[in-house]
């Protein structure tokens, strides 16, 4: 009989290459890092580094954008599918099955340019009210230490706020505030946390798979790939 | 706390409005050394500092009080003093684990030095890339190490020194897991009089874990409403969450007798039930002489979820490390089996529910009760230290200055104060000397067991796991399922044992040291059984007669 299981295990085989061809990505958007461009395309850093990494995995997907709240819920109810990116935190970890770090995120307090706010600690911004991204590790961090946090679903919103003086402070990374070109930037007041930006799956996303683009991933960061990436783009890694 | 860290960091702030000298030596008090003596170790600091000034170091904590204190107040004084400016971190224990695992993965310059228990002392001997302090301290750090460091100082210095006799961290807070329970209580009449009667014996310290469940029925099941208020007997946390494993990895298995007897882990087999043969790990299931899935770690899970379930408050099933911490602080818990000192600033509290009107605590720690597989000569408990953990790819100036801060917060000049604030002494000195004496009778009884020959048979997880930071992920992921009744207790552990096999036999594979992995061949768990020793085969009577002792008794573990 080990002819006839051979056949069957590669009828079984044949089967299931086709279900894992392809893994269905949310994106958000992020400028510049993640973007959607005039044409319907992905562009930025990032939809390259996933190109690069499904490719040496030998894996096929298909992106496409949802707010980000959106599709960390939608990953949860759909097996073969993962948001890029969500910020890594131990309260998320049980919920996704995780590839990376993708970006390194480096979270501050920011305050309007004219604002002379000094912090020497989280501590010290306790009573001060902080805008925060929907869904972002920042805010979600900064309530768990019992800040207080004011959520909105656009960080353009979150600037256009601390502008008009609705809050004395914004957490956010410096990649988020360069990519608006205003005159007067905000200033960073106090950095306060560090957080891993992942591809987050479907708890029971396939994890040979997984477990290939991490091992891709790790590749790319060895040969200097991902240091190579970001020069070209102009970046730096933190 | 908060209030407490509050208004610490309002003097450090109106006191570094001052001179940064001034405002350290206002803040660092008390201090075991003179005020002389505290001016001149500072001062060094200042000169050491001198060629890094403008130097930035990140660096990262679990979010324990200790650790609050530094980012909140050490940190910008050292900064003030130094010109080295500090950023101090606080995330989750297993955030801190997962990052520093990355950075070794990636290269990821991610932080230039991590406070990161001694759990993974196994991973950093064998895996070669975390800075070795002896020798720094010898080399390329001799310039920047503090004269008055005093390592022998140091309680947890043997926890952070591998079996190759080097030293791979620094303490900065160490804690222990020990029997917890409302004193106030065992002490009524009235409920002695009811526990004796229903039970035959004297509600008193449980040296059994008979006694305990007995306990927690009685509280739980039994007496119900202290006060008008709502009891439970017991208290644990069961969510899906990474804390769920070293619940189970820390205390469970150890205290229930999975392992070999001696110190300190249990030899050959320890209590991770991973057997290690000279010092190379060679399997966890039975099958290959291990006994993470034998009689006694399926005893000690099926307790954990039973005991959970039955005895603590239904919410407890739901929660993590961090949430569970405190919630006995909040007066409705009467005992807890294992219960984390790091969290004592927690039960100081004036006001609290668990502080009467002197100050003093309504509730004491003993050692833990000891499980039906338990034997004289075993571990007694868990303790361990979040050390500085540098990595050997940070660059010099980096190692350098993360150094110096690291020297700061546990150097004789802080130690003291930040031992008083946050309750996680790392130092000989402190324990001995006089503001920490007269702290004791606040402290319910820690400083007594820090002080106790006892304290060495509580013990972190040892050099034996070569893979800490990935083989911690199995343990939640593999025992949850139990928890949640989709498996049986049995099908977990053995789920997990194989786990572990296969990731032995990967490590094995990747790691070139000398004490990496080689597994033993797969034997059958019944050969196993027969030989002397753990895997212990499975008891007659997994429960004997409950056994107490009064508290005063009960102490003289400690002895």
């Known amino acids: 009989m080990p002819g006839i299981k051979s056949l069957f295990g590669l009828v079984l085989l044949l089967c299931g290459l086709p279900l894992q061809a392809e893994v269905r990505l949310y994106a958000w958007e992020r400028p510049p890092r993640v973007q959607l461009s005039e044409s319907g395309e992905a562009r930025g850093l990032v939809p390259e580094l996933v190109a690069e990494l499904f490719r040496r995995a030998g894996a096929s997907y298909q992106l496409s954008f949802l707010p980000l709240q959106r599709a960390m819920r939608q990953v949860q109810r759909e097996p073969g599918s993962c948001v890029l990116l969500v910020e890594r935190r131990q309260e998320r970890d049980p919920y996704y099955s995780w590839i990376g770090p993708l970006l390194i995120s480096r979270l501050g307090l920011y305050a309007r340019a004219g604002d002379d706010l000094q912090l020497a600690s989280l501590e010290q911004a306790r009573g001060l009210s902080i805008l925060s991204h929907q869904g972002s590790g920042a805010g979600e961090y900064l309530s768990s230490v019992g800040l207080q946090v004011i959520n909105s679903n656009k960080e353009a919103l979150n600037l256009s706020m601390l502008q008009r003086g609705r809050a004395r402070l914004w957490a956010t990374s410096a990649t988020v505030v360069s990519s608006f070109n205003g005159r007067e930037p905000p200033r960073e007041v106090l950095p306060f946390l560090t957080l891993m930006e992942e591809i987050a799956c479907h708890p029971q996303f396939d994890p040979q798979l997984q477990q290939r683009l991490q091992a891709a991933l790790h590749q790319l960061y060895a040969e200097d790939w991902v240091a190579a990436l970001y020069a070209r783009h102009g970046l730096t890694q933190e | 706390m908060r209030f407490l860290i509050g208004l610490a960091l309002y003097c450090s702030a109106v006191a570094l409005a001052v001179e940064p000298m001034e405002a350290a030596l206002s803040e660092l008090q008390p201090s075991t050394l003179s005020r002389a003596e505290q001016q001149a170790e500072l001062q060094w600091f200042i000169e050491a500092a001198k060629p890094l000034r403008g130097t930035q170091v990140r660096v990262i904590a679990e979010h324990i009080p200790t650790h609050w204190y530094e980012a909140n107040v050490l940190a910008p004084l050292f900064s003030q003093l130094t010109g080295i400016r500090v950023i101090h971190e606080i995330s989750g224990e297993d955030d801190v684990v997962n990052k520093l695992r990355t950075q070794q993965q990636t290269g990821l310059p991610l932080y230039d030095a ?61 804690f222990a897991n020990l029997y917890w329970y409302r004193q106030d209580w065992f002490e009524r009449p009235e409920l002695r009089q009811a526990f004796r009667q229903r039970y035959g014996y004297e509600l008193d310290v449980p040296q059994n874990w008979s006694a305990y469940e007995d306990i927690a029925a009685f509280f739980s099941e039994q007496v119900k409403e202290i006060d008008g208020q709502r009891v439970y007997g017991h208290m644990d946390y069961g969510g899906f969450d990474p804390s769920l494993g070293w619940r189970l990895s820390d205390a469970w298995l150890g205290m229930a007798g999975v392992a070999d007897l001696g110190l300190p882990n249990g030899l050959p087999v320890d209590d991770w039930g991973i057997r290690v043969e000279a010092c190379q790990p060679a399997g966890a299931s039975m099958a290959r002489g291990g006994a993470l899935d034998s009689p006694a770690a399926v005893y000690a899970l099926q307790r954990y979820i039973d005991w959970l379930k039955r005895y603590a408050p239904p919410e407890a099933q739901q929660m993590s490390f961090n949430q569970a911490g405190n919630v006995a602080a909040q007066g409705h ?26 100050g003093l605590p309504r509730w004491r720690v003993a050692p833990s009760p000891r499980g039906a597989y338990w034997r004289e000569g075993m571990k007694s408990g868990y303790q361990d230290v979040g050390a500085w953990t540098l990595l050997k790819s940070t660059p010099l100036k980096q190692q350098q200055a993360a ?90 552990l053995q789920n997990l044992a194989r786990a572990f096999d296969r990731y032995l036999l990967a490590a094995g594979q990747r790691q070139r040291h000398a004490c990496a992995p080689r597994l033993n061949p797969e034997q059958g768990a019944l050969f196993w059984l027969q030989q002397p020793g753990a895997p212990w085969p499975a008891l007659g009577n997994e429960r004997p007669a409950g056994q107490t002792l009064p508290y005063t008794e009960a102490l003289h573990a400690w002895d």
């Open chain 2, 114 to 174: 991590y406070i990161s228990d001694s759990d993974l002392l196994g991973q950093h001997f064998r895996d070669d890339q975390v800075l070795i302090l002896s020798d720094f301290i010898d080399g390329e750090g001799a310039a920047v190490t503090l004269p008055s460091l005093d390592l022998a100082d140091f309680i947890g210095l043997p926890f952070v020194t591998a079996p190759d006799g080097e030293l791979y961290q620094l303490p900065d807070q160490q």
């Open chain 2, 333 to 358: 818990i009467a005992q807890q089996i294992f219960w984390y000192t790091a969290f004592t600033a927690d039960y100081t509290q004036p006001g609290s529910a668990v502080v009467d009107e002197q």
């Open chain 2, 403 to 492: 150094w110096l801060y690291a020297q700061f917060v546990t150097a004789k000049s802080v130690s003291l104060r930040k031992t008083l604030v946050g309750l996680t002494p790392i130092r000989r000195s402190d324990l001995d000397s006089a503001p920490m004496l007269a702290a004791a009778p606040k402290l319910g009884g820690l400083v007594e067991f820090y002080r106790s020959p006892a304290a060495r048979r509580w013990t972190p997880t040892g050099a034996n796991v070569p893979d800490y930071s990935g083989m911690a992920n199995l343990w939640w992921r593999q025992l949850h399922p139990a928890v949640s009744g989709e498996l049986s207790a049995t099908q977990a």
